[in-house]
Nanobody, 122 residues
Framework: QLHLVDSGGGLVQPGGSLRLSCVSS????????IVWLRQAPGKEREFVAA????????KSADSVKGRFVISRDNAKNMVWLQMISLKPEDTAVYFC???????????????WGQGTQVTVSS
């Protein structure tokens, strides 16, 4: 069964850091653009960051620029989202997804992780 597994969420205080991980199951990640999206309670899912097939190009939402970094290691079949200087407004369920398009949009994502909860609160 082909899917993604995302993990690494948790409860962190404002200003803290977390690193989310995304690993593929049943297929090679290097064939796909990987995107992180998030959905806060009562809000629509939104784009966070994306990384191209080789990792030499990345994009991120204005709200996370300078704080979140997306990276990948195709040999390990993994993608990470390093998050620093977290704010309460970053609280959301974070999903990784795989797309064949760059830059990706949500409708082009073929595979999804189950989501990992990030809560930023004191």
């Amino acid at each position: 069964q082909l899917h993604l597994v995302d993990s690494g969420g948790g409860l962190v205080q404002p200003g803290g850091s977390l690193r989310l991980s995304c690993v593929s199951s049943g297929f090679n990640l290097d064939n796909y653009v990987i995107v992180w999206l998030r959905q806060a309670p009562g809000k629509e899912r939104e784009f966070v960051a994306a990384i191209s097939w080789s990792g030499n190009s990345t994009k991120s939402a204005d709200s996370v620029k300078g704080r979140f970094v997306i990276s990948r290691d195709n040999a390990k079949n993994m993608v990470w989202l390093q998050m620093i200087s977290l704010k309460p407004e970053d609280t959301a369920v974070y999903f990784c997804a795989a797309s064949s398009w760059y830059p990706p949009v949500e409708s082009t994502c073929d595979y999804w992780g189950q989501g990992t909860q990030v809560t930023v609160s004191s």
